[in-house]
């Protein structure tokens, strides 16, 4: 075997300065041999190494000296000369969480207090993500167990970690949507509601979201509605300002909904600042937001959604299936509650409607008998009074008949679509005044009081279905004296002004109020459905349908408008409603050269009146119309105009101070004004159709007679007869009333 030998020059100081030198040969054989079986050894080392994908580290306990291998640093993203070999750097890459336990960790396993070394913790990568790594190793110690030595492997294991927590994350997503499917199958209709806010409650708290809403997409009046949020402690609550949002705001998001898709939205920040969805958004704080539509087969009927108040968050894939998920769950209660209430209304209305075929038999029974009877006991009696009283009361049965065949009509042509609103000019203050005239009489023998009143500002003319306007006014009118036994009704007409319309469009608001029995708070509902009553006794006592209302409702609804019921149990009833109608023209109605006579002149009009409004009224109607008007407020002041100048027509109100129109005409034809004077047109004016005020008029010298307040076709057809003119010689269409008989 060959031998090495290592030469070493020394020179050693010597006498006189004098050096001596000389060479010692030193065996070094032995050196080389270890020398080289350490070389050899951390060859395989490095292959080692090399082999292995995990990264490996040796650490020098006594002096603090760490070796990091190349896979190690690699596995963090670095390059080998990115980090030192120090234990500094090892432990600045720790996660800040994780650094606690790792210390505690290997000082309990230096300790001997850990068997074996093996921990798993979070390390920085250098993209600044995280990356899970498993540390074993071993430690060498002396013959008192003091470790001077340890080393070891770091294993990357965020793979599997991830999908550990995938698992977890999954099974307690399952384990979530089990327990609020339970709840949902379980739950009592009457705890519906309180089972969803509960819901949202656990969601939003899984996922970390601040804010956790239910919106429902009402596509009849083309809004949506937040029906259900939970907020957690410090968010402001939404609900309620977001009710009735127009779906015009955000089109896009909509849109967006009834496709079926998603909208999330990471950072609102980001979006820009005209986006209608940030402008929406931004104002309620949020800062991330995800929401799903809520879809019953191929219809959207609202979303789900999740909102990011604190800070920005980033919903995953796991988070928007839980969001889908759960919102299949809230169409299937949805439906399931809609079922209930269908089945229920559906066993409501068939008890109503067998109700309503009792009540219209006796309703169409009771006046055919007394018809018949009445007609047979007509027919074998000879004397005439009775035989007028029988008629009388054949009359009376015939017109309840009538109303009820009209109401049944009616209905069958609504529930069927076939009601059609005509439109025509018309003067609105007739429409009221024919109304009222019906019931006038009747109401005074029952001992009430009929007011109907009309703001001034009411147009006079108007274009719509008048017909159906009375027929609204009459049921009302009806009704109101059905159930009032004492004290009166009072009909109010104004223009109401909160409503946006077109140019040429009113809403005409209309209140009938009554002093009768009233109804009770929870039966309110239940007066405008078909069929129904606020009580099934009162058919029995008051007679009617049960239809009346109910078309009411029908006919507002189609002129555009809406009606409610105020009412007191034992202090009467208010309805309120409103219509929207176009204003007419007088044109299309009234001849103005009725007005002008021969001699190319307008009409000169005393008007003796002592009623401001009634004055107001008047003078407008008869100034449109191009007449010139005089005002006296009480006979005596008439007197004196008539005096001093020619008037073609006197229009007198027969109850006024000082001198009422019955004196006050009495006096014009007896000549107190002057001979030319005595034949002047005198129309009367009152404010009620009753007969004897009507006959003590004409008695005292009036041409005419006229109800107030006073309406334009009704005024010019007095006019004209007044003037010595017949309305049938000259049937222009201008003045035939408009308006079809039903």
């Not at 439906?335 to 009540?359: G, P, Q």
């Not at 007419?584 to 009725?594: A, L, P, T, V």
């Not at 229009?651 to 001198?659: A, C, H, R, Y």
């Amino acid at each position: 075997m060959d031998r090495h030998f290592a030469i070493v020059d020394r020179i050693i100081p010597w006498k006189d300065g004098m050096d001596v030198r000389f060479e010692i040969a030193r065996d070094i054989t032995e050196n080389m041999k270890n020398r080289m079986e350490t070389e050899r050894i951390k060859e395989q080392y490095e292959l080692v190494i090399s082999g292995t994908n995990d990264g490996i580290w040796d650490w020098n306990i006594k002096t603090n000296e760490l070796f990091l291998s190349r896979r190690w640093k690699e596995m963090l993203g670095f390059d080998d000369h990115e980090i030192k070999n120090e234990f500094a750097s090892l432990m600045s890459l720790l996660h800040d969480d994780d650094v606690p336990g790792v210390q505690d960790y290997v000082q309990k396993y230096l300790k001997g207090e850990i068997e074996k070394f093996a921990i798993e913790f979070r390390m920085k990568h250098k993209n600044g993500s995280f990356v899970w790594i498993l540390a074993r190793g071993e430690a060498l110690r002396n013959e008192n167990g003091i470790p001077y030595r340890m080393a070891g492997s770091h294993s990357d294991i965020t793979e599997r970690k991830n999908a550990e927590e995938n698992l977890r994350s999954v099974s307690e997503m399952q384990a979530l949507l089990m327990q609020i499917a339970l709840d949902f199958i379980n739950v009592l209709e009457e705890d519906v509601d309180s089972a969803i806010h509960n819901s949202l409650r656990q969601l939003a708290s899984f996922v970390s979201a601040d804010r956790a809403y239910v919106f429902d997409y009402d596509w009849n009046n083309n809004v949506c509605n937040n029906t259900y949020e939970w907020c957690q402690e410090g968010i402001t609550p939404e609900i309620d300002n977001l009710q009735n949002i127009p779906n015009e705001s955000n089109r896009e998001w909509i849109e967006t909904h009834k496709l079926g898709q998603e909208i999330y939205i990471e950072d609102l920040s980001q979006m820009s600042p005209d986006d209608p969805s940030r402008k929406i958004l931004e104002p309620q704080g949020i800062k991330s937001l995800l929401t799903v539509p809520l879809m019953d087969r191929d219809k959207c009927i609202g979303f789900l959604g999740f909102d990011s108040v604190l800070a920005i968050h980033k919903y995953s894939d796991k988070e928007k299936t839980l969001l889908h998920i759960f919102g299949e769950m809230l169409v299937n209660i949805a439906n399931r509650k809609n079922l209930v209430m269908a089945k229920e209304e559906a066993l409501r209305a068939s008890r109503a409607k067998s109700d309503f075929l009792a009540i219209m038999s006796h309703e169409i029974r009771t006046p055919m008998n007394a018809i018949i009877g009445m007609t047979d006991l007509a027919l074998m009696s000879d004397d005439d009074i009775a035989r007028f009283e029988y008629l009388v009361i054949v009359k009376e049965s015939g017109i309840h008949l009538l109303q009820v065949i009209n109401d049944i009509l009616d209905f069958a042509k609504i529930e069927n679509g076939k009601l059609i609103l005509e439109e025509h000019h018309f003067p609105i203050r007739k429409t009221f005044q024919q109304a009222e005239r019906i019931y006038h009489l009747e109401c005074e023998k029952a001992g009430l009081s009929l007011s109907v009143s009309l703001d001034p500002d009411i147009p006079e003319i108007m274009y719509g279905d008048d017909l159906r306007i009375r027929q609204i006014i009459i049921n009302l009118i009806n009704n109101a004296i059905k159930f009032t036994e004492k004290g009166g009704i009072s009909v109010k007409a104004g223009i109401k002004r909160d409503i946006q319309l077109e140019d040429d469009e009113i809403a005409l608001e209309i209140t009938v109020a009554d002093t009768g029995c009233g109804i009770p708070l929870e039966k309110q509902d239940l007066i405008f459905t078909k069929f129904e009553q606020s009580d099934m006794s009162t058919a029995r006592k008051y007679g009617g349908t049960g239809l009346g209302l109910a078309i009411v409702k029908e006919l507002v609804t189609m002129m555009k408008g809406h009606i409610t019921v105020e009412s007191t149990l034992g202090a009467g009833c208010t309805f309120n409603l409103w219509l929207v109608i176009r204003k007419g023209s007088m044109e299309q109605i009234f001849d103005r050269k009725k007005f002008i006579p021969s001699m190319g002149k307008p009409l000169n009009i005393l008007l003796a009146e002592d009623n401001e409004v009634n004055i107001l009224l008047a003078t407008t109607v008869l100034e449109r119309l191009g007449c010139s008007v005089s005002v006296a407020r009480n006979g005596i002041e008439a007197l004196d105009f008539l005096k001093e100048k020619n008037f073609e027509i006197v229009l007198m109100d027969i109850k006024m101070p000082k001198m009422d129109g019955i004196e006050a005409t009495k006096q014009i034809r007896n000549g107190a004004c002057g001979q030319d004077k005595k034949d002047v047109c005198i129309i009367g004016l009152s404010a009620h159709a009753i007969s004897d005020i009507r006959d003590t008029g004409m008695e005292a010298g009036m041409n005419d007679y006229i109800t107030k307040p006073i309406d334009i076709l009704t005024l010019q057809e007095k006019i004209y007869h007044g003037m010595g003119k017949k309305l049938t010689d000259d049937p222009s269409p201008d003045l035939v009333s408009s308006g079809n008989n039903r």
